[in-house]
């Protein structure tokens, strides 16, 4: 059975910081790439960070997090993070892990084998 359970969410004050962790079991994460998307309220959901499955680690970011979010692996581990810092009343969404055939079709959202049910992060002013 297919899993991907993100943790880590929570309020935290403008400025803070934050890491999520996405906890995978049920496929071979090492061939497949990772993403983060989220959504907020009243709001589509946005691509925000993927991470290749190729070894380089290649990586993309949205523009809007791009020098403050960072997506990670661990393949050993079966895990994906997503340090987040300098974080805004806007970053304020449902943060979602996904699994997919390449980080570069994720950015558009597509390509997408399985996702999770999300946390909840929450940035007060």
């Known amino acids: 059975q297919v899993q991907l359970v993100e943790s880590g969410g929570g309020l935290v004050q403008t400025g803070g910081s934050l890491r999520l962790s996405c906890a995978v079991s049920g496929f071979t994460f090492s061939s497949y790439a990772m993403g983060w998307f989220r959504q907020a309220p009243g709001k589509e959901r946005e691509f925000v960070a993927a991470?290749?499955?190729?070894?380089?680690?290649?990586?993309y970011h949205a523009d809007s997090v791009k020098g403050r979010f960072a997506i990670s692996r661990d393949n050993a581990k079966k895990m994906v993070f997503l340090q987040m810092s300098s974080l805004k009343v806007e970053d304020t969404a449902v943060y979602y892990c996904?699994?997919?055939?390449?980080?570069?079709?994720?950015?558009?959202?597509?390509?997408?084998?399985?996702w999770g049910k999300g946390t909840l992060v929450t940035v007060s002013s």
């Open positions: 996904a699994a997919g055939r390449s980080a570069f079709e994720m950015r558009r959202g597509s390509g997408i084998a399985y």
């Open positions: 991470i290749s499955w190729l070894g380089d680690g290649t990586t």
